[in-house]
């Protein structure tokens, strides 16, 4: 008994240790009053409050986009998803004042000591640029492919009258030609 309380304890430590290290942010929130009671190392590099600091606030301290009544709504979609993640993306601020764009899965935990939200949150700044930059480029392909049709458009134009005037040109040669034929014949 005492050799398996030991190895859970060991594992628990373990566990810990693993979600301490992460290098996303992991947070665990009050049910009730939605203040911080768990950041690992994470929340504290990519924020840059002091896990004290941390401790004493909740989600509008970090969200500048939400208030009171939007951050409730968060909560309660999480709530009525018992079992499944919310996932929705939101712009973090730093202790700095600088922001990132954050995705946020968020679900609520039933545990020992009661129900708590689990929330666990990617810096998805690169993420972003990457589809700015794809959204830069195609709009730069349009653009290409557009010009690049007028282009060609103008050049069939100019081969169409090109053809007209060769056409027209030999009309009265080929006339003649065929005049001296019948003449022959």
Avoid: C
């Avoid at 004493?56 to 079992?83: H, N």
């Avoid at 929330?119 to 959204?135: G, N």
């Avoid at 480029?137 to 053809?163: G, P």
Wanted: hydrophobic share 40%; aromatic share 8%; net charge negative.
């Amino acid at each position: 008994l005492e050799s398996a309380r030991r190895a859970a304890e060991s594992a628990r430590a373990w566990l810990r240790d693993v979600i301490e290290r992460s290098l996303n942010e992991v947070y665990v929130l009050d049910r009730e009053t939605h203040r911080f009671r768990f950041v690992n190392r994470g929340a504290v590099r990519n924020l840059g409050y002091s896990e004290g600091e941390l401790l004493g606030m909740t989600p509008l301290d970090i969200a500048p986009e939400f208030t009171s009544e939007s951050l409730q709504e968060v909560f309660r979609a999480a709530t009525a998803r018992t079992g499944e993640v919310h996932r929705f993306e939101s712009t973090h601020r730093r202790k700095d004042g600088s922001h990132y764009a954050a995705e946020i899965h968020l679900q609520l935990v039933g545990t020992d000591q009661g129900d708590v939200f689990l929330a666990l949150v990617s810096d998805i700044t690169a993420r972003r640029r990457a589809e700015e930059e794809v959204l830069r480029l195609n709009a730069d392909l349009e653009r290409r492919v557009t010009e690049r049709t007028a282009e060609l458009a103008a050049a069939n134009k100019e081969l169409e009258t090109f053809a007209y005037s060769v056409s027209h040109d030999l009309k009265s040669p080929l006339r003649a030609i065929d005049g001296y034929s019948q003449i022959l014949l």
